[in-house]
């Protein structure tokens, strides 16, 4: 699992399971979201968009299929 924290106006931090293929999104709200089948390669870009990460792949990130976790 990578565990970077991102850095952003909108997110508290994501979290990314290479294994899984499983993004986790944490929210400035405190929701937290699971995006399923997302590249790695998706993950690098959210990584490297900060402070903005949400504004520059959040689109992409939503089309994935996704379940609320809390």
Known sequence: MRVPRIH????????YDVARRV???EFESGSVYEYLDVEPELYD?????????WRV???RV?????R???
């Open 45 to 53: 870009e959210l990584e490297a968009a900060q402070p903005h990460p």
């Open 8 to 15: 952003s106006d909108a997110l508290n931090g994501a979290v």
């Open 68 to 70: 609320r976790v809390r």
């Open 57 to 59: 792949v959040g689109e």
């Open 23 to 25: 993004l986790t999104v």
């Open 62 to 66: 939503k089309g994935h299929e996704y």
